[in-house]
């Protein structure tokens, strides 16, 4: 077996060690005679991994009771959607950062529904930044801010977050639970799980109970937030599977140390990579230095083709999914909580020995 390195954006590289336990336990599930997948989601297995996956997030984040902890589907883009749509009744209106291409996302769907008000844009900035937390001023009757806390494309990341009046809603779907937050100044909080907490077809969403149970009657019953607090996330069938691997891999965040650990291991991995860029002349970051991500660093070389030779020969050395975003080129290496470390050593021997090469 030869295991890469995956620099991918999203689905992402997940802990071996939690690959390992799904193999060791797929085809009978704690001798139930079956896999977890084929498992009622109202049977005593299936209720025991719903609850620890719970359990884990809320003991990561120091949840109190006043959160509810949701699985729900429909990836991050269908909460751009769930948010106005349950939060702002009739005539209400919200603010939201344009920090880039997730955060101008959300604010088109929610344009759909209410009256947005863009209170900072640094979607067009070269180099891409998060604004300061106190460019933020709210406007008059406005429900929620809305963030995005790490632009998986530009590679940028809140640092310190907005000191506001009014709930902040974040989309951190590729940095939850990588470090840790003041949940008290979030309303609501909604990550894809495909970056930093399982595969792809989960959504956790963290939510205050008072804020869900505002909701008007006229929002379907399926995609009210309250519905999914009443029923413990089983209203419908969610979707089983992931939580499970949602459940192994918060379980590994916690044995590894909890988020504070995670933190530690985040920001040293990043600073590594960020330390050759700062030493080069030939690589280039493209996030100003106040905003770098610790999850994706993004940077350029001198010209697209020595950017597309560099990608193709990390690839044959085991370093894969290098390549930007097609919206904006360059480099990208992804590097979420399950990134190992010696993936990190290994692409900033293979960033300094292309250099030598090619600078
Ligand atoms: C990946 C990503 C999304 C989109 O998630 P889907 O699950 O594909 O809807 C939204 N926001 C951010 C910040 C992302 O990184």
Known sequence: ????????????????????????????????????????????????????????????????????????????????????????????SADYVNS????????????????????????????????????????????YLHITSNETIAGTQWKEFPEVDVPIVADMSSDMLSRPIDVERFGLIYAGAQKNLGPAGVTVVIIRRDLAARVSEKVPIIMRYSTHVEKDSLYNTPPCFNIYVVMLVTRWVLALGGLEAMAERNRAKAAKIYGVLDESDYYRGTADAGSRSDMNVTFRLPDEEQEARFVAEAATQGLKGLKGHRSVGGIRASIYNAFPPEGVDALVEFMRVFERRNG
């Not at 193999?23 to 299936?46: C, N, P």
Request: overall charge negative.
């Open 1 to 92: 077996m030869a295991r890469v390195f995956n620099f991918n954006p999203g689905p992402a590289t997940l802990p071996l060690e939690v690959l390992e336990e799904v193999r060791s336990e797929l085809l009978d599930y704690h001798g139930s005679g079956m896999s977890i997948m084929e498992a009622s989601h109202r049977g005593k297995e299936y209720a025991a991994v719903h609850e620890e996956a719970c359990a884990n997030i809320r003991r990561l984040l120091g949840l109190s009771d006043d959160y509810a902890v949701l699985f729900m589907t429909g990836g991050a883009s269908a909460q751009f959607a769930l948010v106005p749509m349950n939060l702002l009744g009739e005539g209400g």
């Open 100 to 143: 880039g291409a997730w955060a101008s996302k959300a604010i088109k769907e929610a344009r759909l529904q209410a009256k947005i008000n863009v209170v900072a844009d640094t979607s067009g900035e070269k180099p891409a930044r998060m604004p300061a937390p106190d460019e933020i001023k709210i406007s008059d009757g406005a429900v």
